[in-house]
């Protein structure tokens, strides 16, 4: 049997569009080319050596990008340009064979809309071991890792490399993290993590009214 090639139709570009619309990040642009979507970084932002924000908010919408295509029943492929000509494009998802999506998949979708934080008031720190455990499992990115920190306090994110690539994969790890917190209903913030070369973020998680 022939997969049929997917076709980002009005339906699926407005699915696309509402969920990259509720990030917090706006420093991408995500490209509907034929065959594939591009991620790329726009401009600066001040107070941001080597645009390491940016980059991370382009990992951001990566994620997002993913959790859209498997919700609409689609295995994403991930890959890494590198075009001398657009030096902005960091990563591209190639719509790969029709995979329906599973609970798994649209929890995950259903939650683009529930990743809230940082929580207001008296936050109360998820400090559950077996909670924090579950929820570092839920990293598929390459070249990154997620762990419990020390005296649990929330989960670090780290990446195996030091490049651009690499702090886009840390972004997208991250908000891995805060959506699979979404899902059960949690809150989550994002701290820059330690001083390393590699780059590397600490998501603090709370508890938080369940939907």
């Known amino acids: 049997m022939t997969d049929l090639a997917f076709s980002w139709d009005r339906s699926a570009r407005a699915v696309l569009a509402d969920a990259l619309a509720r990030l917090d990040v706006r420093r991408f642009v995500v490209e509907i080319r034929p065959g594939e979507l591009a991620i790329a970084r726009v401009g600066r932002l001040r107070h941001d050596p080597g645009g390491r ?3 991370a908010g382009c ?3 990566l994620s997002a990008a993913w959790i859209v295509l498997r919700g609409l029943g689609i295995r994403p492929v991930l890959s890494f340009p590198h075009d001398p000509g657009r030096p902005d494009v960091l990563a591209a998802v190639i719509p790969g064979a029709d995979d329906p999506a599973t609970v798994s998949d649209w929890d995950r979708y259903l939650a683009l809309r529930a990743v809230a934080g940082p929580p207001r008031g008296r936050a ?6 077996g909670v924090l455990a579950a929820l570092a499992g839920e990293n598929p990115w390459p070249r990154t890792e997620v762990t419990r920190q020390p005296n649990s306090r929330g989960l670090a994110v780290v990446a195996d490399g030091a490049g651009c690539v690499d702090r886009v994969l840390v ?5 891995s993290v805060r959506v699979a917190a979404a899902v059960r209903g949690l809150t989550t913030e994002v701290r820059p993590g330690g001083q390393g070369s590699a780059p590397q973020a ?5 508890e938080g009214t369940r939907r």
Do not use: N, S, Y
């Open 53 to 55: 924000h940016v980059l």
């Open 59 to 61: 990992g951001t919408a």
């Open 124 to 129: 109360v720190p998820v400090v559950d071991p």
């Open 171 to 175: 972004g997208a790890a991250v908000h």
């Open 202 to 206: 600490v998501v603090l998680v709370f």
